[in-house]
């Protein structure tokens, strides 16, 4: 018994300077399920993801490009952080440009309901992706962030597709001034 205990703490010993030395990280089982939802991303042409810190892959930038919709000719950006105990917790998702969007509000949180009480740990990166895409081809005014904006789509939808474009142009809506973000 007694050589366990001490073979025990001789192998801690060696964790420890291990790590101290920097030789060996520990992968979390975020980064895990992360890399695998990553490499099973269906992007298409109109996203693309970016890594400003290449060695952190539980951050990084969703580029959606919609090709169609209200928001066709927009390039809008999300910052995505992933939290350690991903998958039992969302993705904290952000947009990171002030957008004319009933479900965006103005310091870019998303309605989402995956992202909030409907997410389960069997969702993955590419649904909350596709979630976010389907945002700009259908806005949804009957679960607001931005309460304004869903009451245009809800009372006049061309006056609020009229809204979008002026607001997509860098242009003010109701005296709030949006960036521009047609390429």
């Not at 700009?136 to 009372?155: I, V, Y």
Request: aromatic share 8%; hydrophobic share 40%; charged share 30%.
């Amino acid at each position: 018994m007694l050589k366990i205990w001490s073979m025990k703490k001789e192998q801690q010993k060696a964790e420890n300077e291990g790590a101290a030395a920097g030789k060996k990280k520990k992968v979390t089982a975020a980064q895990l399920r992360v890399q695998k939802d990553l490499s099973e991303l269906s992007l298409g042409l109109t996203m693309r993801t970016e890594f400003p810190d290449p060695d952190d892959i539980l951050s990084f930038i969703l580029y959606i490009t919609p090709d169609e919709g209200m928001y066709n000719g927009g390039r809008f950006s999300f910052s995505f952080n992933i939290p350690p105990s991903f998958p039992h917790e969302p993705p904290k998702v952000l947009c990171r440009e002030k957008i004319y969007h009933p479900n965006i509000d103005l310091e870019g949180k998303v309605c989402l309901n995956i992202l909030r009480e409907d997410w389960k740990p069997v969702l993955n990166l590419n649904a909350v992706i596709v979630g976010l895409q389907f945002l700009f081809l259908e806005p949804n005014a009957s679960d607001p962030l931005n309460k304004e904006a869903a009451e245009d789509l809800r009372a006049n939808r061309e006056g609020f597709k009229r809204n979008v474009k002026i607001a997509m142009s860098g242009g003010a809506v109701r005296g709030e001034v949006y960036e521009r973000v047609l390429i």
